[in-house]
């Protein structure tokens, strides 16, 4: 919760979701039979991430609704991400499944995740440019 307060929750959603999807799409290349290390290293670098994306999101919604509708976007956000979880786990398994790598889902996780924060990031930045060029 320091580091978004210090960075800001824009950045901390950004950094988070491409400290994880570094890490998804690094992972099926550590061999944890040889270096521990190497392994300990990716899962710190996605526990990093996971802890900027505990805080930043809903500081984020929270800022963006009224004070009498915070609770329900809070909840709707945490709901929303419940079904994430349960539906790209099920299209990331039948992935699995279908091409018989669990590395390539993996993958492929990390390609879809790291698109959708570069499209946050981009479109916080016009947003933020188009409100400097009104001012």
Do not use: Y
């Amino acid at each position: 919760a320091q580091v978004v307060d210090r960075v800001g929750k824009v950045p901390g959603i950004v950094g988070g979701c491409t400290l994880i999807s570094a890490a998804m799409f690094a992972l099926p290349f550590c061999d944890h039979t040889k270096s521990v290390e190497q392994m300990a290293g990716v899962l710190a670098m996605w526990a990093a991430g996971s802890s900027l994306l505990s805080t930043s999101p809903v500081s984020f919604i929270s800022d963006r609704v009224d004070d009498e509708k915070r609770a329900q976007a809070i909840a709707l956000l945490r709901t929303s991400g419940d079904v994430g979880f349960l539906i790209g786990a099920s299209t990331m398994g039948a992935l699995a499944d279908w091409a018989g790598s669990l590395d390539m889902a993996m993958q492929s996780s990390s390609i879809i995740l790291g698109t959708a924060t570069m499209w946050f990031a981009a479109r916080n930045i016009l947003t933020a440019q188009m409100a400097k060029s009104k001012v």
